[in-house]
């Protein structure tokens, strides 16, 4: 019975997320699960007891300060997530849409992942990752914005009101700043779910450390990626 050859794979170690970039990414998933489990109850409260005001564990009150707190906490990781991307290449890799060739790897990315293409070319992070935390950002900050818009409207004329009071005005009014905020919640969670299979697949379909970047930084590659100089 002859043997097969096995074929050394070759790969080659590329450090590109910074702490400042993990320790953000944690924060935010453990975030946006909160707020959107409690803005959910907030929306639509579970009638828990017929005996108010006695206190329950899933008391409007406590499920609002859980939202507010949780709020402050994910804003303020935000603050660390933009001092990693001042002082980290690794931390800003934009969607290149100045440059032609994107968008012809981004289709060329995104029907690998729709299973019509065997294989994409290599990337540190390919150009449809990009474009989809580009908007998940746009949406991140929608949220943040809407969200304190509203929790200022009981004091419009201190610091908050002042900073925030804005968003209604351009929103056409508190209601509308509702909306916007719940929706744009449900976008995001839906991200949550398109990346997840993503990062999945790569990881364990394709070796390409998606997942584990998340915990040491650094990605391994059988291929020198066509993104690599952003690094330099």
């Known amino acids: 019975m002859a043997l097969k050859a096995v074929k050394e794979v070759k790969r080659k170690e590329y450090y590109i997320f910074s702490p400042f970039l993990r320790i953000f990414h944690w924060i935010m998933v453990g975030s946006i699960l909160i707020l959107f489990v409690t803005g959910l109850l907030i929306t639509k409260p579970m009638n828990v007891s017929t005996t108010e005001p006695f206190f329950t564990i899933t008391s409007m009150d406590l499920v609002r300060d859980i939202h507010f707190v949780t709020a402050f906490i994910f804003t303020a990781s935000l603050i660390l997530r933009i001092y990693g991307f001042i002082i980290n290449k690794g931390d800003r890799l934009f969607p290149r849409v100045w440059e032609g060739h994107f968008y012809e790897e981004t289709v060329d990315v995104a029907l690998h992942y729709m299973l019509i293409r065997p294989h994409?070319?290599?990337?540190?992070?390919?150009?449809?990752?990009?474009?989809?935390?580009?908007?998940?950002?746009?949406?991140?900050?929608?949220?943040?914005?809407?969200?304190?818009a509203m929790y200022f409207m009981t004091n419009p004329s201190g610091t908050g009101g002042i900073l925030f009071g804005w968003v209604n005005l351009v929103l056409g009014g508190e209601m509308m700043t509702h909306y916007v905020h719940h929706y744009v919640a449900w976008f995001i969670i839906l991200f949550a779910i398109g990346h997840m299979y993503m990062v999945v697949r790569a990881e364990f379909m394709e070796g390409e450390s998606e997942v584990s970047s998340m915990f040491s930084g650094k990605k391994i590659l059988a291929h020198t990626p066509k993104d690599a100089n952003e690094l330099d």
């Open 120 to 148: 994409h070319a290599s990337f540190l992070r390919n150009p449809l990752a990009r474009m989809s935390y580009a908007a998940l950002y746009a949406m991140v900050a929608i949220e943040i914005l809407t969200g304190f």
